[in-house]
């Protein structure tokens, strides 16, 4: 026998079936060649398997790893990294399809499979994403099953595939009490985020038309869920980034707001806002937050600029809950070094700029009307807010204040801070989100990249800093309502993703079903994936009390241990030893008959007992003479073991007899 027959035809039709499962969701990220080598391959091995191809030889095999390898550092850049890992893991998952000639190779095969499955997740790790595994899993399953079967059931995939799914909807439980129970533990390891999965968004550093370029994304940016009602959208300012640094074309962060030290200095105030944020990746190490904030993140702090920042970038999704004191009083006194930078300006341009500047600082030596009166300038004069600014010259905020006056909230924020600190008044830029969708139910809002936004504070002694939004005296619908109805005259809201459906949210049934997808998945963030340590333990302490998390733990592992011990126990049933399928199921025959009066004779054969039954209950003889049959052809004869075969007669016998029956006599 050849050496394709060692591996059963149900199993390599799973294998094909699983290869394409498993690789289909990488391709999004896996270089153009991926694609035709693995239709090369999948071609040679069904050639094999048809016997007309042979096995690759030594030199073949030689030749397709450094075409791999090669390929794979051409186009990563690199060998080393979790990019060229995946690369390099799926060329090998692969190769071992054309190369595999026995059950050992086989297995090998389906552990890659895995593998590649499980690193799928690096790249994506949605509720689609997720659902969408259980195929490739469910058929890698299905090919390990037909490994272990016989030549007499190889021909059958649909029966492997029955087989797996009742494997997989048993372990179903098992995986849930060891989701819920089981220790969450950080990672052994970090791996670096892919380059392909995270939305950086708001950058470290601005010019006025990055903003306006970032909100012609769609892309998810976080979302946030309330301890009681939401608050109005206008109050949805979102903190990222403070900007202290002018030089002339660009504005960036002070080094000192990212220096470590003390946090600021400030003063609660008000009720405060209490609130969760599930953050999708972004690559960058800063939180988002409403002033001003708190948290008990671990590895989080508050920055020097207010702004909530961890140690390491965030390179998956992340909750974490903050509480804010919108109404806090911050920094009523600033060193004067702080000052300095808050007045930072180059020694020229603007030219006109900072004679306006120098105009209202004679005109309003308060600082209130000051500021009142650039506000009021916005207002008053005739500016358009719009993601089509056109050029500027070199003297950009001149350009922008008194000959274009089109722009988008970058423009305005970046000229108002330049005015108020042209004429002595402490100022800087915050970048961030604002606003929100609201989901239909109420319970939380998502935060998208289009409604990325920057605004302007300023500071006063004994005061400390003040936000304003230069925007909404130009444009009060995008504070008010959003940017589409902000830009609807202008009808360049996500004009370059057409079929976005946030696009048609006029449309209630499309809209409904996006608000039921994204609520979902929100749920699927928040209690999946932000099911981590703290989470864990402040669920059980919620159950079992004020618990001391290594008591917890302990006594989750050794209750886990114990639980799974029992499970063991009752599935493996050592005490009843391994019996043969086929004596089971006669005794079940046995049983069945005996319930009607029909009780095997010690040295009775099966035949002799059918044909006793059969004459005893001949209504009821074609079945069981039909699972006599079946058993003696399976047991005696040589025929292959079809134990489905004698499930079915013992079905048929069931329903053949009746519910009530009379005794009968031996």
Known sequence: MSAVHTIPRASLTWLLVAQSL???????????????????????RVQIFRMRAGYPTAWAK????????????????????????????????????????SQRDALVLVFLGFFVVV??????????????????????????????????????????????????????????????????????????VPNE????????????????????????????????????????????????????????????????????????QGAPLRYSIVMQPSTQPWLFSLDIAETDLEGARQMSDFRLQRRRPMDRSLLYRVTSWPQAVRESGVPAQSLRRDLQLPPQGNPRSRAWAAELQTRYPQVPQRVQAVLEHFNREPYVYTLRPGESGPDDIDTFLFD?????????????????????????????????????SGKYVQ??????????????????????????????????????????????????????????????????????????????????????????????QRWFGGMDARVLASGLVGGGGLALGLLALLLFKPWQGRQDPQVRLFLRFERLLARHGLHRQAGEGPRAFAERATRALPEQATAIQAFADAYERQR???????????????????????????????
């Open 119 to 192: 690193t799928a997740y690096l790249f994506d790790d949605g509720l689609l994403s997720a659902l969408y595994s259980l195929l490739p899993i469910t058929a890698l399953l299905a090919a390990s099953i037909g490994l272990q079967q016989s030549a007499a059931t190889a021909d059958r995939p649909t029966a492997t595939l029955r087989l797996a799914a009742t494997l997989m909807a048993q372990a179903l439980p098992l995986m849930l009490l060891l989701f819920v129970f089981f220790p969450r533990m950080g990672p052994l390891w970090s791996l670096p």
């Open 447 to 540: 935060v998208r990249q289009f409604d990325a936004h920057a605004w302007v504070e300023y500071w006063q002694p004994e005061v400390g800093w003040t936000s304003v939004d230069p925007t909404f005296q130009v444009a009060p619908e995008r504070i008010e309502l959003g940017l589409e109805e902000a830009l609807a005259a202008e009808g360049s809201f996500l004009e370059e993703s057409p079929l976005s459906p946030l696009r048609y949210r006029n449309l209630g049934w499309l809209n409904a079903a996006r608000m039921a997808w994204d609520e979902l998945n929100y749920g699927w963030q928040r209690w999946v994936l932000g099911y981590q340590g703290d989470q864990q333990l402040e669920f059980f």
């Open 22 to 44: 498993a690789i289909l969701p990488h391709f999004l990220h896996l270089p153009p060649w991926m694609l035709p080598l693995w239709l090369a391959c999948l071609a040679w």
């Open 62 to 101: 030689v030749g397709l790893v450094v075409l791999a390898c090669g390929g794979a550092y051409f186009s990563r850049g690199s060998l080393v990294g979790l990019d060229g890992g995946v690369v390099l893991l799926i060329a090998a998952f692969i190769l071992k399809m054309v190369e595999m000639r």
């Open 197 to 268: 999965k995270g939305v950086t968004g708001l950058s470290d550093n601005m010019s006025p038309g990055d903003i306006a370029e970032l909100s012609r994304s769609a892309e998810l940016a976080f979302r946030a869920s309330f301890e009681g009602e939401i608050p109005p959208r206008r109050e949805l300012y979102w903190r990222a980034l403070t900007f202290e640094h002018y030089d002339g074309r660009r504005w960036s962060q002070a080094y000192t707001a990212q220096a470590s030290g003390p946090p600021p200095a400030w003063r609660k």
């Open 404 to 440: 274009t006056r089109r722009g988008f909230c970058a423009h305005y924020a970046g000229a108002m801070t330049f005015v108020l600190r042209a004429s002595g008044v402490p100022a800087r830029v915050v970048t961030g989100y604002q606003g929100g969708e609201p989901n239909a």
């Open 636 to 666: 005696y004869a040589g025929q292959a073991v079809r134990p489905h075969e004698l499930k079915q007669g013992l079905r048929r016998l069931r329903r053949a007899l009746p519910w009530r029956l009379t005794r009968i006599e031996r």
